[in-house]
């Protein structure tokens, strides 16, 4: 609905670049999905009606790869931003992909953990980092 979908100019803007050198290529819309259903409906769509997806996390990125050269739809996944497991005895944490560093760390406050800038794993976690978010891109 409306809160979730954007159409406006300066909307589609602030989407439209990154940090990088390049010039803003803003979408056509701007959709803020909440649910990984309500992802995957919308990309069903995109990909039935041959339409751009562009992901969107804060817009940090340096490599232009928010602008959206060919138009389509930005998905803007920072209203995803829950933490959904912690295991201290692993180490390990699951969350949504809208959550930023600065959030996990918040979270994690206490329990002697906390997720450094600049830092992926290696082997199996590196490849599953690479989805997307601070293992894909910076992680601001």
Same mark, same amino acid.
């Given at each position: 609905?409306?809160?979730? @979908?954007?159409?406006?100019?300066? @909307?589609?803007?602030?989407? =439209?670049?990154?940090?990088?050198?390049?010039? $803003?290529?803003?979408?056509?819309?701007? @959709?803020?999905? *909440?649910?990984?259903? *309500?992802?995957?409906?919308?990309?069903?769509? $995109?990909?039935? $009606?041959?339409?751009?997806?562009?992901?969107? =996390?804060?817009?940090?990125?340096?490599?232009?790869?928010?602008?959206?050269?060919?138009?389509?739809? $930005?998905?803007? %996944?920072?209203?995803?931003?829950?933490?959904?497991?912690?295991?201290?005895?692993?180490?390990?944490?699951?969350?949504?992909?809208?959550?930023?560093? !600065?959030?996990?760390? !918040?979270? %994690?406050?206490?329990?002697?953990?906390?997720?450094?800038?600049?830092?992926?794993?290696?082997?199996?976690?590196?490849?599953?980092? !690479?989805?997307? =978010?601070?293992?894909?891109?910076?992680?601001?």
């Amino acid at each position: 609905g409306a809160p979730n @979908v954007s159409t406006a100019t300066a @909307v589609r803007e602030q989407h =439209g670049h990154d940090e990088s050198m390049h010039d $803003c290529a803003p979408p056509d819309a701007v @959709v803020w999905p *909440q649910a990984v259903e *309500q992802v995957q409906e919308l990309a069903a769509l $995109c990909h039935r $009606c041959r339409v751009p997806m562009v992901p969107f =996390g804060t817009g940090t990125g340096l490599e232009g790869g928010v602008n959206a050269v060919q138009g389509g739809v $930005c998905f803007d %996944l920072s209203r995803m931003d829950g933490i959904t497991e912690l295991s201290l005895e692993d180490f390990s944490v699951m969350v949504e992909p809208g959550v930023t560093r !600065k959030a996990l760390n !918040k979270y %994690l406050r206490g329990t002697g953990l906390w997720f450094p800038v600049g830092t992926v794993g290696t082997g199996e976690q590196q490849r599953r980092a !690479k989805g997307g =978010g601070s293992g894909g891109a910076g992680g601001h």
